[in-house]
């Protein structure tokens, strides 16, 4: 499934479980799409979907009906601003949908780059969410400003998910009160403006590091945690290409090392890359390949897509017109070159 900020619609290609997609199905959402989060909203054992759209400031919830196919829609509204003019951008960006309050509901916050806050929707477990709750990241001297990406994770002895908010030149911790309220607690500079951030266990110690991307030479940095919700800086490194955008994180190797796949909007040749980066268990990495992908590349997936037991990447394309391309791996943590297809 796969949102362009083009069109106002998520597109779907269902899987026929060897690695070969279906046809395109169409749901119209909200205006300028921008991420999607995949859970069990109202616990009927069905996927349903919830999307950002950045150019209407709201959530659209689409239930899934068990079969492949999705009901139509619901807006739920994120902030008061009014909606922005055509062609730009609102500020509702990242979206993540988790536990926040260990009920066993799914509920949905959002990183809003115009409000320069967070947007919690406490789901009430049936498919309907309650009115978005605002807490503002406590900005200074330029870090913890235009919220756009985040990330989810447990860090020190939280019971309850709490965030990591990237925007400008530096990641923000909002700590959870263990009920869906988030106040910010620690701000990290990493010295460009940032793309994407992925929370990870990158050195099996039970602690949760971070991992972020952005513009400039060295546009990937790793924060290494220290287990009571700090962290100390660890690898700067490149991310192998030009413009890094979303980050994955697995095991492509078949060991126990996480390793990452990084994904470039642009590269010498003026297509986008993917580009993979093999962990040695202790937070540092190296590049291993790079794999031609498709245009203005954004986002990736990591999943066994053709089942055979080897990890494989899909690769959202944010181009004219949009694709997707899949690149099979292989037992070695290389890939096949990618097939393309078009959404």
């Known amino acids: 499934m796969v949102s362009h900020p083009s069109v106002a619609s998520t597109a779907v290609r269902l899987n026929d479980g ?46 899934g009906r068990g079969d492949g196919t999705f009901a139509a829609a619901r807006n739920h509204r994120i902030s008061q601003w009014s909606p922005g003019l055509p062609g730009t951008s609102n500020g509702t960006f990242s979206l993540e949908a988790a536990d926040l309050t260990a009920n066993g509901i799914l509920d949905l916050v959002t990183a809003n780059s115009a409000s320069n806050d967070v947007s919690v929707l406490m789901g009430n477990g049936d498919g309907t969410f309650q009115p978005a709750r605002t807490y503002p990241i406590a900005a200074r001297a330029g870090v913890g400003i235009l919220p756009f990406a985040m990330s989810l994770g447990r860090f020190g002895d939280a019971r309850a998910p709490d965030l990591v908010v990237g925007g400008g030149h530096s990641v923000t911790i909002m700590r959870n009160d263990g009920h869906g309220a988030f106040r910010s607690v620690g701000h990290y500079f990493v010295g460009f403006d940032i793309a994407c951030t992925k929370v990870a266990d990158l050195r099996g110690n039970g602690r ?9 030479t060295l546009n990937a940095k790793v924060l290494l945690g220290n287990g009571d ?7 700067n490194l490149s991310s192998g290409g030009f413009g890094p955008q979303c980050i994955s994180i697995d095991r ?92």
Do not use: C
């Open 18 to 63: 060897h690695g070969s997609f279906g046809p395109v199905t169409r749901y119209p959402v909200g205006l300028k799409p921008s991420f999607i989060a995949v859970g069990d909203f109202d616990r009927d054992g069905h996927l349903d979907l919830a999307v950002s759209d950045a150019g209407s400031s709201d959530v659209s919830v689409l239930l």
């Open 229 to 235: 919700g700090t962290f100390a800086p660890g690898q």
């Open 208 to 216: 949760m590091d971070i991992v972020a991307t952005g513009t400039g």
């Open 252 to 343: 492509l190797r078949g060991n126990r090392n996480l390793d990452l796949a990084v994904v470039n909007s642009g590269s010498p040749s003026g297509a986008g890359d993917l580009a993979v980066f093999d962990g040695d268990g202790a937070g540092h990495f190296a590049l291993a390949a790079t794999y031609p992908v498709g245009i203005l590349p954004w986002a990736s997936s990591i999943a066994d897509f053709n089942r055979n037991g080897t990890p494989d990447i899909a690769v959202a394309d944010t181009g004219v017109p949009a694709e997707v391309s899949v690149l099979f791996g292989n037992p070695d943590g290389t890939f096949q070159p990618q097939i393309v297809y078009p959404m």
